[in-house]
């Protein structure tokens, strides 16, 4: 009998502290999307790149989407329509997928379309990482000497979804890192935003009228960006997000990784005419 009391002493005790945690929880993440949703853009950030590290940092940025997961995944993994809704890319396509995995091509024009910058990628499928979806982007070959990408969806609800996109890109020509990140913080910001504006324009109108109600939750805007990236900077980097500063562009204004006030790149770094993944900028060549 005093063996039973104790069982059911313990179990009480167990319940009591899931009720007194999930609320916790639940109000950090609202706290998430009411600072995101307030904002009505996406939040920059950046991050300190680790595994391995690196002077660059890396450049993130977070957005509130009135539609589901399952719809901005979708987008997310649409990996060869990037060319025709993400500015930075002029050529996306799909080489190959295994598994699950996609092999990606993505190319960047730089210098006004004299050169571009190239990496053929390994994006993994989705993969759970406490409450959020991870979608991670390897560098395999290209004309940068590294390239990371790592998607997160982060379900608030069922017609909301936040997202965030966080990028590294090492030239292999010696940019000031500084520089490099500041590019990387712009186009992490019109990713995400052109995936919230496609994801959006294809919702039902009626998720739209029922969502308008919690867009207008007031949140403080002067909320540490820590607390929209704390998971991102547990899985990326091992050091918090400090937030960034900066213009936020339109969703179709074509963020480059690299500034336009640089030399140009050798045509060595260009693809190489005969791969059959890659097409030479013509106007480069008789350059």
């Known amino acids: 009998m005093k063996k039973l009391w104790s069982l059911s002493l313990i179990a009480f005790s167990l319940a009591v502290l899931a009720l007194s945690l999930s609320p916790r929880a639940a109000r950090a993440a609202d706290a998430e999307s009411e600072k995101l949703a307030s904002l009505g853009k996406a939040l920059r950030y950046t991050l300190k790149t680790t595994g391995p590290v690196a002077a660059i940092d890396t450049g993130g940025a977070a957005i509130l989407v009135k539609a589901p997961l399952s719809a901005v995944r979708k987008i997310v993994t649409s990996y060869g329509s990037y060319k025709t809704f993400i ?13 699950g995995t996609s092999e990606v091509y993505l190319q960047v024009p730089i210098l006004n379309g004299a050169a571009h910058i190239w990496t053929v990628a390994d994006m993994s499928p989705p993969t759970k990482d406490g409450a959020d979806e991870v979608i991670s982007g390897r560098h395999k070959r ?12 982060r379900a608030v609800d069922e017609h ?9 890109v090492a030239p292999k020509l010696p940019f000031p890192p500084s520089v490099v990140t500041t ?5 992490a910001d019109k990713a995400v935003t052109a995936v919230r504006n496609r994801a959006q324009s294809e919702a039902p109108p009626g998720t739209q009228a029922t969502t308008a109600a919690s867009d207008a939750s007031p949140a403080a805007s002067d909320a540490s960006p820590g607390a929209v990236t704390s998971a991102s900077a547990a899985a990326s980097a091992g050091a918090g997000p400090a937030a ?20 140009p790149a050798s045509l060595s770094d260009l693809p190489p005419a005969n791969d059959t993944s890659v097409r030479r900028d013509k106007d480069v060549a008789r350059r």
Do not use: C, Y
């Not at 960034?244 to 336009?260: I, V, Y």
């Open 87 to 99: 500015g930075p890319f002029d050529q996306s396509r799909v080489l190959a997928k295994r598994k």
């Open 142 to 153: 290209g004309n940068v000497a590294d390239f990371r990408a790592r998607w997160r969806l």
């Open 160 to 168: 909301h979804t936040i997202l965030k996109l966080e990028l590294f």
């Open 183 to 187: 590019q990387l913080v712009k186009a």
């Open 244 to 263: 960034r500063g900066g213009d936020q562009g339109s969703a179709t204004a074509a963020p480059t990784l690299l500034p336009p006030a640089m030399p």
